[in-house]
């Protein structure tokens, strides 16, 4: 149960550093969550949302080089 809560929080802070345009924040909160074993309905309903933000963000640093 412990588990459960703690996964949802790191998906609710993750989903905020998104919104609020911090991707280094994004970036560790990602790490912990997907150290985690479990993934709370936040993150399964965002996962689609991150491929995209990793798609954009690899596109960004392929112009920049």
């Known amino acids: 149960m412990n588990n459960k809560i703690t ?3 790191r998906s609710l802070k993750f989903w ?3 919104r609020q345009g911090n991707n280094s924040l994004a970036n560790q909160i990602l790490k912990a969550i997907e150290n985690s ?3 709370s309905v936040i993150w399964k309903w965002q996962r ?3 491929h995209q933000f990793n798609q954009q963000k690899n596109s960004l ?3 920049r080089s």
Do not use: H, T
């Open 7 to 9: 996964n949802f929080w």
């Open 37 to 39: 074993a479990e993934f």
């Open 16 to 18: 905020f550093a998104l």
């Open 48 to 50: 689609p949302k991150n």
């Open 61 to 63: 640093a392929n112009q």
